[in-house]
């Protein structure tokens, strides 16, 4: 069974970064996109980024684009997020997941394996 541990969060001032990571193991195949979702109390899970199998392709939320970066090593399994200009409205829990496939998916029910998440505060 595929394992998705993520790291990083944490309380950060408005305009802040954090960097996540999510370490994987146990995939069954090197062509998986890797994604990061948020919760927030009292909204729905949304999208946030994700990326490619090989790198080459990124989607990002509007929210977030220009703020947050993507990225990936496969030869540690390991997924990042770079979080920079932080807002109090970033506050969630960040999940990173993982679904089989060369295309990039955007909505949650299409990633088969999700990590347990990790909180990112961001106080004004």
């Known amino acids: 069974q595929v394992q998705l541990v993520e790291s990083g969060g944490g309380l950060v001032q408005a305009g802040g970064s954090l960097r996540l990571s999510c370490a994987a193991s146990?995939?069954?195949?090197?062509?998986?996109?890797m994604g990061w979702f948020r919760h927030a109390p009292g909204k729905e899970r949304e999208f946030v980024a994700a990326?490619?199998?090989?790198?080459?392709?990124?989607k990002y939320a509007d929210s977030v684009k220009g703020r947050f970066t993507i990225s990936r090593d496969n030869a540690k399994n390991t997924v990042y997020l770079q979080m920079n200009s932080l807002k109090p409205e970033d506050t969630a829990v960040y999940s990173c997941?993982?679904?089989?496939?060369?295309?990039?998916?955007?909505?949650?029910?299409?990633?088969?394996?999700w990590g347990q998440g990790t909180q990112v505060t961001v106080s004004s």
């Open positions: 990326v490619s199998w090989d790198g080459g392709s990124t």
């Open positions: 146990r995939l069954t195949s090197s062509t998986y996109a």
């Open positions: 997941a993982t679904h089989y496939g060369t295309a990039i998916m955007t909505v949650a029910v299409e990633y088969d394996y």
